[in-house]
């Protein structure tokens, strides 16, 4: 079951999405048209799957919610679905902001935060903050490497076992054209133990605002966790590196498709997801992962 996120059907997934919104465009065009499912609806929704007894699932995945009521229903709804698959593996991108020139602020409604505080994150298994919505989470900054493994502990013992924080500005030995996403993936060994893996990525920063880069991260590292369920590195380089090829065509083309000299616009910028198709299922390893 995926919430408002259909990047994954072609990594060999079945899928049934519902759409959180139906809007003509994306919100980063300066008009949008449309409707926005509410908790009632997406009940329905989950009532009719119900009825015919097809509501078993692997993994449900959620992203970008404005709606508390609809939110508080999602996690109605992952409670009942673990209780029919006590595997099922809730992948949740917490969407609530992100920094722009090192300030950070929210674009949801600030009464969601202690909904996906309190609520949501207690019953993620996958989670997928920035660096903001990880500072949200937990009400700590992030300054430096060590805050930002504390912050993601902080993060495992809210109850997800894979935390990855996507993108952050923190400094990159390799200068300031890089980004750092960390990883942490904290399993219980059959004596009770448990044991961390964490990593660190870097890769290049690409000079464009593009729109639906998380909910692509969030279903390529659904898709790649499920390939490779104990090897967070494996999984996020694949995912990185996806990214990385997506981003780098689709600049390619937008300045391509504006002229010399000119800003590329909202259109041009649209994610070239189809042409990428290749990338996507078998990417080229282009950003290696360093285990701490």
């Not at 699932?57 to 109605?76: I, K, P, Q």
Request: hydrophobic share 40%; proline share 4%; charged share 25%.
């Amino acid at each position: 079951l995926f919430l408002g996120n259909k990047h994954v059907f072609v990594l060999g997934f079945e899928v049934d999405t519902v759409n959180s919104v139906q809007f003509s465009n994306h919100t980063g065009y300066a008009h949008w048209k449309g409707q926005v499912l509410n908790s009632d609806e997406l009940h329905e929704l989950y009532d009719g799957l119900k009825l015919n007894e097809v509501n078993r699932y692997d993994y449900v995945l959620t992203g970008y919610t404005r709606d508390t009521s609809f939110l508080a229903m999602v996690v109605d709804i992952v409670q009942e679905l673990k209780q029919q698959n006590s595997n099922l593996v809730y992948v949740c991108d917490p969407v609530m902001g992100d920094k722009w020139n090192g300030e950070g602020s929210m674009y949801v409604p600030k009464d969601l935060l202690p909904v996906y505080r309190d609520k949501v994150v207690p019953v993620a298994d996958i989670i997928t903050p920035n660096q903001f919505e990880a500072e949200l989470l937990t009400g700590r900054k992030i300054h430096t490497e060590k805050d930002a493994l504390e912050v993601m502990d902080m993060l495992h013992a809210m109850g997800p076992e894979t935390v990855v924080i996507t993108s952050s500005d923190l400094q990159t030995p390799l200068g300031n054209d890089y980004l750092i996403a960390l990883g942490s993936h904290r399993k219980t060994k059959a004596d009770g133990t448990k044991m961390t893996q964490r990593i660190r990525m870097e890769s290049p920063k690409v000079d464009a605002v593009f729109v639906g880069t998380g909910d692509l991260f969030a279903a390529m590292l659904l898709a790649w966790t499920h390939k490779h369920p104990n090897n967070l590195k494996v999984a996020c380089e694949k995912t990185v590196s996806a990214m990385q090829h997506v981003l780098q065509r689709t600049i390619k083309s937008a300045k391509a498709q504006a002229g010399e000299g000119n800003k590329p616009n909202s259109a041009q910028l649209e994610l070239r997801m189809v042409q990428s198709k290749k990338d996507i299922e078998n990417p080229e390893i282009i950003v290696k992962a360093t285990v701490l």
